[in-house]
Nanobody, 118 residues
Framework: QVQLVESGGGSVQAGGSLRLSCGASGATYSIHRMGWFRQAPGKEREWVATIYTRRGFTFYDDLVKGRFTISQDNAKNTLYLQMDSLKPEDTAMYYC???????????WGQGTQVTVSS
């Protein structure tokens, strides 16, 4: 089992920055990849970014590419999402997830709210 806890959400004005954190505990050695997702009110959850934990490969949705950066600190078992040049449309609940393979997201955090005002 893996437990995930997000933090770092808040309210910012458009153009501002936030850094989200996701602390992982439990069987972290089994994690193959980690990712960030978001869900805005009335919309489905959407993928934001992924990092493959062993090789560090990163992937981003086109909507955030160039503005968001996913990274990890393996010594601290922590995943980050640096969000710059935030837009009102980035407003959502942000979730981190962990996958034990390349096909499945097995574990989810409880989410942290990000609100961007214009």
């Amino acid at each position: 089992q893996v437990q995930l806890v997000e933090s770092g959400g808040g309210s910012v004005q458009a153009g501002g920055s936030l850094r989200l954190s996701c602390g992982a505990s439990g069987a972290t050695y089994s994690i193959h990849r980690m990712g960030w997702f978001r869900q805005a009110p009335g919309k489905e959850r959407e993928w934001v970014a992924t990092i493959y934990t062993r090789r560090g490969f990163t992937f981003y949705d086109d909507l955030v590419k160039g503005r968001f950066t996913i990274s990890q600190d393996n010594a601290k078992n922590t995943l980050y999402l640096q969000m710059d040049s935030l837009k009102p449309e980035d407003t959502a609940m942000y979730y981190c997830a962990a996958g034990l393979d390349a096909d499945t997201w097995n574990y989810w955090g409880q989410g942290t709210q990000v609100t961007v005002s214009s």
